[in-house]
């Protein structure tokens, strides 16, 4: 698991993307050329394989069924990211939050007696940062879920008890 973020201007970090296994990292880059500046911390141990542009693109070039994969990642990044601006441009924080949860939790989800569990550590700050929140606010409203039994935390692992509850904020 890689978390991609970059920095705000305002020197806080904002959590982009949490890439799985797997996963490409800079692919937008490769294939567009368009450079961001993007940082990317390993949340667990990780191989990275290094590979140029040119080689990655002559690759596609020499055997086009290589191309389809790529495709079918890219249109799964685009949808993440779109769906990812809908929540933000129409939802209250409550919602925001409650569609990252079911977006992680299908993203690195494994069923557990109690729920859902999210695979991946989430500090409060990242998720505020993803949901364009405020820490205090993505934590009194983690809080407020928890209380009432939607989820469950423990040492920065989100369990979704009550995914129909999290579903019924954003329909």
């Known amino acids: 698991m890689v978390k991609a973020y970059d920095i705000t201007k305002y020197g806080e970090e904002n959590l982009l993307i949490i890439r799985q296994s797997g996963e490409l990292l800079g692919l937008t880059w ?91 550590p989430l500090r409060h700050q990242d998720i505020a940062s993803s949901i364009s929140a405020t820490r205090e606010t993505t934590s009194r409203t983690l809080s407020e879920l928890e209380r009432k039994g939607f989820i469950t935390s423990e040492q920065s692992r989100i369990t979704i008890c009550d995914r129909g509850a999290l579903e019924d904020f954003i329909e």
């Open 30 to 120: 490769a294939i567009a050329h368009r450079e961001r500046e993007i940082i990317y911390t390993a949340l667990a141990p990780t191989v990275v394989w290094l590979i140029s542009r040119d080689a990655f693109l002559e690759h596609l070039h020499a055997y086009p069924e290589a191309a389809v994969p790529v495709v079918s990642i890219l249109a799964d990044m685009f949808r993440l990211h779109g769906e990812r601006i809908m929540t933000l441009e129409y939802r209250t924080v409550r919602e925001r939050l409650a569609s990252f949860l079911l977006g992680m939790a299908e993203r690195f989800g494994v069923e557990s007696i109690t729920g859902v569990k999210i695979d991946v």
